[in-house]
């Protein structure tokens, strides 16, 4: 299987930082690489898919960026609403492994 | 709408089973691949597998290095229903869970209709 990991497991922000988190595939898996917002209680919602592509109705504080095994989300004036885990996945070869999350949360 | 609709919440005893269901509406449901997702309590997500909604075609990883529900696992669908399932045999107390159900329009892109999640609380 492809792992996925990332980081920082956690981090606490204010409002209006500038924040990235990294994610690290064990192996290549060329642009295959999504990014989820996850809120207690509710479904994950798709942010970022092949690595750099704004889902529909996304803000555009959200970008993506890398290929290959280095991936980079990041959210350019967090607001109060991103506070949440954030998982990437990879869909290059099955199983479409997430890693184990990033908590974000509020300094 | 695009809508992704599960099956209600479901209470289990170790070694029974469990089949959650998918049902799809807002699009064409044979066009779009289903994914399955859990998240344990407390934990991250974790990929189960999907099914061809056009062919019924599944993958639920690679066997040579199982998942700890390969084996357990089989993927359905009832394309005159709209509806994709999902079962898990042999249940064990690990497998308490919410189950999501997701759609691609590929199988190797982002998931981006999720239904609401399923809890399937495994207790003896």
């Known amino acids: 299987d492809i792992q996925m990991t990332q980081s920082p497991s956690s981090l606490s922000a204010s409002v209006g930082d500038r924040v990235t988190i990294t994610c690290r595939a064990s192996r290549s898996i060329s642009s295959y690489l999504h990014w989820y917002q996850v809120k207690p209680g509710k479904a994950p919602n798709l942010l970022i898919y092949t690595a750099s592509t704004l889902q529909s109705g996304v803000p555009s504080r959200f970008s993506g960026s890398g290929s290959g095994t280095d991936f980079t989300l990041t959210i350019s004036s967090l607001q109060p609403e991103d506070f949440a885990t954030y998982y990437c996945q990879q869909t290059h070869r099955t199983p479409f492994t997430f890693g184990p999350g990033t908590k974000v949360d509020i300094k | 709408q695009v809508q992704l609709v599960q099956s209600g919440a479901e209470v289990k005893k170790p070694g029974a089973s469990v089949k959650v269901s998918c049902k799809a509406s807002?699009?064409?449901?044979?066009?779009?691949?289903i994914h399955w997702v859990r998240q344990a309590p407390g934990q991250g997500l974790e990929y189960m597998g999907w099914i061809n909604t056009n062919t019924g075609g599944t993958d639920y990883g690679d066997p040579d290095f199982p998942q700890k529900f390969q084996g357990r696992v089989t993927m359905t669908r009832d394309t005159s229903l709209d509806t994709a399932y999902m079962e898990l045999s042999r249940l064990r107390s690990d497998d308490t869970a919410i189950y999501y159900c997701a759609r691609t329009r590929t199988v190797s892109y982002g998931m981006d209709v999720w239904g609401q999640g399923t809890t399937v609380i495994v207790y003896s």
């Open positions: 807002g699009y064409t449901f044979t066009g779009y691949y």
